[in-house]
């Protein structure tokens, strides 16, 4: 594979975890090698028994580093200078207990520790049996770590050396050094644009204490946002009550309310696209008490008297000079899915829907199996953690903006 000297002076400190896949590393350093790509690299101590320091150092022509208490590299703080050091850090074989000890943030070793203290990007290459990669934990913690903004190559589907076949197998070494061109040229086919996205639920108060709100985590409208931001457009994120750590490189506007998303969705305006994931409260109480509405003995509850939000998408796809160029809404539905999504993006007069049936345990939790409606029909996606849904959306926003004049 000739990378045009994409990786020329390149340095690639690569973490090597313990495999039988491992032995594929080797390989790899030679590729990157031929690329002119300097690498250094850091192995487990599971990682030794499939493949040596003595091999991988004569591949890298560099010292291979294994042990984190090690007085004379500790000395000049060795582990912050490896993390520091490289343009990349590439984890190839990641298994399921490193990728699980990345995703708790432990340091207890050296490649954990050199994880955890890193400023640059990292890319992980997953390899371990099929049902260990299928299995509930690894899935969440690799959204986790996608979220984080981790990158990941692999795994492939094929016959493992555990004679059970799936998706496990770490990617062939050509794949991983094509990730890893990628990872340090990302492509950046929103370059200029401006995305607007929402995300989260809205808290409508009732009183001081109390509020109206729904199941909405803002996982998905985030991972949006970070995805966005990952194909170079200018993102602005208005997000509602959440716990999720807000996305690197994006500008991020709190609310609370609807009428507050609103107003901050509007004050954002021009933007080429609105994304308006956020899980908006359709009513609000009309009348929010001054004072913590008491529970009396003996007497009925009190009558909540409701009015209605604003409608965001709606707003904001209404025709007129500040209408963005697409407006993206999305429908969480109970049944009748496509139908409902249809008619919602009628009525709402936006141009695609993001249609997904929320009566399992989409709204908060990993993954989001979604049908992207639009003038052209229903296109039926499979269920993927939020964070590929968000990729996914995010290129197809990227495709429509190249086919279209800037």
């Known amino acids: 594979m000739n990378l045009a000297g994409n990786l020329a002076g390149k340095r690639i400190l690569l973490i090597v975890g313990g495999g039988i896949a491992a032995y594929k590393v080797l390989e790899l350093i030679r590729l990157l090698r031929k690329e002119e790509a300097s690498v250094s690299a850091v192995l487990t101590a599971a990682a030794q028994h499939f493949v040596t320091p003595l091999s991988v150092q004569a ?199 609807a009428e507050q998303m609103l107003a901050a969705c509007t004050a954002s305006l021009p933007a080429d696209a609105a994304i308006c994931a956020a899980a908006v409260a359709d009513w609000r109480v009309a009348g929010t008490a001054a004072a913590k509405i008491k529970k009396v003995p003996g007497a009925p509850p009190p009558a909540l008297a409701l009015a209605t939000n604003p409608d965001i998408l709606a707003t904001l796809a209404a025709p007129g000079p500040s209408r963005p160029r697409l407006v993206v809404g999305f429908a969480a539905e109970t049944e009748n899915l496509d139908a409902n999504a249809t008619a919602k993006r009628a009525r709402k007069g936006c141009d695609w829907i993001v249609a997904n049936d929320v009566s399992g345990d989409v709204m908060g939790g990993e993954a989001n199996e979604v049908h992207l409606v639009t003038a052209a029909g229903v296109e039926a996606w499979p269920r993927l953690a939020k964070e590929e849904v968000a990729r996914r959306l995010a290129a197809r926003l990227a495709d429509h903006f190249a086919g279209s004049a800037a």
């Open 59 to 257: 591949l890298t022509e560099s010292r291979v580093c294994t042990e984190l208490l090690s007085l004379t590299d500790e000395n000049e703080m060795g582990h912050i200078q490896l993390s520091r050091a490289a343009d990349l850090l590439v984890v190839a074989p990641a298994t399921a207990n490193l990728l699980a000890r990345m995703a708790a943030g432990l340091a207890d070793d050296l490649a954990t520790t050199v994880l955890l203290a890193t400023d640059k990007p990292v890319l992980a290459a997953p390899a371990m049996n099929v049902r260990m990669w299928q299995h509930a934990a690894t899935q969440a913690n690799v959204a986790l770590l996608a979220q984080r903004g981790v990158g990941f190559v692999g795994p492939d589907e094929g016959p493992m050396a555990c004679n059970e076949y799936g998706p496990g197998r770490l990617s062939e070494p050509p794949a991983i050094l094509a990730a890893i061109a990628a990872a340090l040229h990302p492509p950046r086919p929103l370059a200029g644009r401006h995305m607007l996205v929402t995300s989260g639920p809205t808290h409508e108060p009732i009183d001081p204490v109390r509020y109206i709100a729904n199941r909405s985590s803002g996982r998905q409208g985030h991972a949006i946002a970070a995805a966005l931001a990952r194909l170079g457009a200018r993102v602005t994120l208005v997000s509602g009550p959440v716990t999720v750590p807000d996305p690197a490189g994006v500008a991020v506007r709190h609310v609370e309310t």
